[in-house]
C-alpha cells in the first residue's frame, strides 16, 4: 500500500463525512480515524506479528513495523522552548522537504533578523509532489533558521526560531 492508496482513503472519507476506517491489506493493517477537530489519526501495524495497539501520528506514515508515538504539537507556531528564553517557534506542520525559497534561482522567503507576523510565508514544504507554503502564523523577529535546505523535515520539527514582538 503507498501513499497515493491513502490519500484515496483519506479523500473518500472526507467527501463521504466519514471518521474511522481500517483496511487490511497484505501483512499491513492500516487505520484512520478523524478526531472530534479535525484531525487525523493513523496506526499501520504488521498482522504477521502480534503486535496489538493503536498510535495517533499527525502524519500518514506506512511502513510494516511498529510506529513510535510523535509528540503533540499544536500547529505550526507551537512555542516549544528554543535555546534562549522567550523564543517560539515555527514547525513544520508536515513530512516532507524543506525548501527556503520558491525557486533555487530566488531568494529565500526570510532570513534572520527580518520581522514576520501571522500570514508571512517563510518556507515551502514539499510532500508528495504537492508544494505547501508555510506561513509564520505568529509575530516576530526571526532569529534562525532551524532546518536546511533541501533537506527532509518530520512533522514538529522546528523550522525557525522567532522572538515574539
Known amino acids: 500500500m503507498d ?21 487490511e491489506k497484505g501483512d499491513v493493517k492500516l487505520r484512520v480515524k478523524r478526531g472530534p477537530s479535525g ?10 506479528q502480534s503486535i496489538s495497539g493503536t498510535q495517533a501520528l499527525p502524519q500518514i506514515v506506512l511502513a510494516p513495523a511498529p510506529v513510535a508515538t510523535a509528540p503533540a504539537v499544536s500547529g505550526p507556531a507551537a512555542t516549544a522552548p528554543a535555546t534562549e528564553p522567550g523564543l517560539s517557534q515555527i514547525v513544520s506542520p508536515m513530512v516532507g522537504t524543506f525548501y527556503r525559497s520558491p525557486a533555487p534561482d530566488q531568494a529565500p522567503y526570510i532570513d534572520a533578523g527580518q520581522e514576520v507576523n501571522e500570514e508571512t510565508v517563510v518556507c515551502i514544504i514539499e510532500a508528495m509532489k504537492v508544494m505547501n507554503e508555510i506561513k509564520a502564523e505568529t509575530s516576530g523577529v526571526i ?8 533537506k527532509p523535515v518530520d512533522f514538529g520539527k522546528p523550522l525557525f526560531s522567532v522572538r515574539p514582538k
Do not use: C, H, Y
Open 39 to 48: 484531525d487525523w489519526t493513523t496506526s499501520s501495524v504488521p498482522t504477521a
Open 143 to 150: 532569529v534562525e533558521v532551524l532546518a536546511q535546505n533541501g
Open 3 to 23: 501513499l497515493k492508496e491513502i490519500k484515496a482513503v483519506i479523500d473518500l472519507m472526507t467527501k463521504n463525512g466519514l471518521t474511522e476506517f481500517e483496511l
